[in-house]
């Protein structure tokens, strides 16, 4: 299993989440967001930073596509993550230029199959969040059985207030057939001290404990 921390907003911690043997990291280009990426960082920094092995995300929200291109370009992103109300055809033009995470926040009422059914012919990754009255991260879980045959051959991510306290749940849902071709965990708020200040301590413990399952 890979791990994906987002909300950076601090080089020195993204260094010491490479260390920590993260998979990627996630820089959030939303500006309503705690965790704005261009609050603390520039573009050139976000380019200039060395994370070997490591993917860097960017997060965009609603942005007009050629915003993105020049953004992702500009900062040396490896994907996009869209976490908007982005069309199927804005999906596919944008995975002309960048690998594409295309992320649903699920309610209890949403079918998911449907829910996503138009996307996955032009996306590489889907991420699955809580809904929320804002866009961006709720810090609450969803319920992960909604998951169950939903989302074919398609990679995705399971993300929504997922913490420290989790690491049985997640073991129990990756190892059962519901989990199907979830390749990665997304973490943010509840390893934090703050909004966008990460909690090493806490990352460098629960990295590898994710990975190895």
């Known amino acids: 299993m890979k791990i994906k921390v987002c909300g950076i907003t601090n080089i020195d911690e993204a260094l010491a989440l490479s260390k920590a043997g993260v998979n990627y990291v996630g820089f ?51 994907m996009v993550q869209l976490h908007g109300d982005e069309t199927p055809n804005y999906c596919k033009e944008m995975a002309n230029h960048y690998p594409v995470i295309k992320a649903f926040r699920i309610s209890e ?60 749940k997640i073991t129990s849902f990756v190892q059962s057939d519901t989990a199907g071709n979830c390749t990665a965990v997304d973490v943010n ?11 090493i301590q806490l990352l460098q413990s629960f990295i590898p404990t994710i990975k190895a399952l």
């Open 28 to 78: 959030i280009f939303y500006p309503a967001s705690k965790r704005y990426a261009l609050h603390t960082l520039s573009l050139d920094q976000i380019k200039s930073v060395q994370l070997p092995g490591v993917l860097k995300v960017g997060v965009f929200v609603n942005e007009p596509l050629e915003k993105v291109i020049a953004t992702a370009t500009e900062s040396g992103l490896d």
């Open 109 to 168: 009422t949403d079918d998911v199959a449907y829910k996503i059914s138009e996307y996955l012919e032009d996306i590489d990754y889907l991420l699955f969040d809580t809904t929320s009255s804002v866009y961006g991260g709720s810090g609450i879980s969803f319920d992960w059985k909604k998951l169950a045959n939903a989302t074919g051959q398609k990679p995705y991510f399971l993300s929504g207030g997922i913490g420290p306290d989790d690491v049985s």
């Open 189 to 199: 708020s509840k390893f934090e001290t703050a909004p966008g200040q990460k909690n």
